[in-house]
């Protein structure tokens, strides 16, 4: 008995060294797909510009400059006290963009290893006045980061907020919620109308993020604490007896 347990352990050792070799190999390749990522801080060039240099500001981004508003509106917002209260903090938070830009580049990688298709896009980072429910907007060819959603858990600017909502409001959790939004519009499933659809969508999301942020904790990915994720583990055979009693599978509502 003993010898086969002996040969039982060498062989788990043997495909668990195999399939370390093969996850790292599978990460060289990725890391060398051609997809450089520079992020543009529209967000601290906005706020230093001065009124003769606007006109040249609003030349590559007129997106972010509607002609129906005057000029006057823009200088008058680079000098309001609470947009210099929010580049204060911003700045003190992300002293080094450098580490953010890394894990933005590694996740465009990814995505375009396992989708050739994938066009680099820009990155901005913009001011959104904390609106945490846009976050991240993604398009084919722009992407916009309200970077004041970033600022810490803890941060005075949400503290009138929940606390589901408060405690992904921080730096790391940039990348992951471009990965969210990249799944949302890859998966194909627009209509989800019982509980067992959301789950599955929720699940093909995770699967994609899990492709995608390999070095990510598993509990950021899914927008949850460490103990959140601990606790869901533990009871999950307690949630699903609830869901299965209560036959919320094929709720609707």
């Not at 050792?13 to 797909?33: D, G, W």
């Not at 953010?100 to 996740?107: C, Q």
């Not at 396992?114 to 945490?132: A, G, M, Q």
């Not at 899914?222 to 007896?241: P, R, V």
Request: glycine share 2%; proline share 4%; hydrophobic share 40%.
């Amino acid at each position: 008995n003993l010898g086969k347990l002996s040969c039982f352990g060498a062989l788990y050792l043997l495909i668990s060294v195999f399939s370390c070799e093969r996850k790292s190999a599978l990460q060289k390749e990725i890391q060398a797909v051609p997809m450089e990522i520079k992020v543009e801080r529209f967000d601290q060039a906005f706020m230093k510009i001065k009124a003769e240099h606007l006109p040249y500001l609003k030349m590559p981004y007129p997106f972010l400059f509607p002609k129906q508003t005057p000029d006057s509106v823009f200088l008058k917002r680079t000098q309001d006290p609470i947009q210099k209260l929010i580049q204060a903090s911003v700045d003190s938070v992300f002293v080094n963009f450098e580490s953010t830009e890394l894990d933005l580049r590694s996740l465009y990688k990814h995505i375009k290893y396992y989708n050739p298709s994938l066009k680099k896009p820009r990155l901005i980072t913009v001011f959104s006045d904390v609106d945490y429910r846009n976050k991240v907007i993604v398009t084919d060819t722009i992407v916009l980061i309200g970077i004041d959603n970033y600022l810490g858990t803890e941060h005075v600017f949400y503290r009138s907020f929940y606390q589901h909502i408060r405690k992904n409001l921080k730096k790391n959790q940039i990348v992951v919620d471009l990965a969210d939004k990249y799944a949302s519009k890859m998966i194909n499933q627009p209509v989800r109308e019982i509980f067992l659809d959301e789950l599955i969508y929720q699940g093909k999301k995770i699967y994609l993020k899990d492709l995608w942020l390999p070095k990510s904790e598993e509990h950021s990915k899914i927008g949850y604490t460490a103990d959140e994720l601990n606790w869901a583990e533990d009871n999950e055979f307690y949630i699903w007896q609830y869901f299965i009693e209560n036959e919320l599978l094929y709720e609707n509502n």
